[in-house]
């Protein structure tokens, strides 16, 4: 089963997806400017062994004070903190 978010009120995170069935979720960063004269590309990562739990808590971080209500510090605080865990890598839009 495909799980989505899109269109999170976030600064850093864009739109996040999760397989269910292979544990890989795929997350779409905010836009940002590589320098100057460039155009706004967004980053795009796969992260593996990501379970429906917590692609959750990070679906719902925007209500959760243990998160100060935020869906950036929230996965900061459970995948790119712990890269152990949950291996990447970056993928293209």
Request: aromatic content about 12%.
């Amino acid at each position: 089963m495909i799980l989505t978010a899109k269109n999170l009120n976030s600064s850093k995170l864009k739109d996040i997806q999760l397989d269910t069935d292979t544990k890989i979720m795929t997350v779409w960063f905010q836009p940002c400017k590589v320098n100057i004269n460039s155009k706004k590309i967004s980053n795009v990562y796969i992260y593996r062994n990501v379970t429906e739990d917590i692609f959750n808590t990070i679906k719902t971080a925007k209500v959760n004070p243990l998160y100060d209500f935020s869906y950036s510090k929230c996965f900061d605080s459970i995948i790119k903190n712990n890269p152990h865990l949950y291996s990447y890598r970056r993928i293209y839009d």
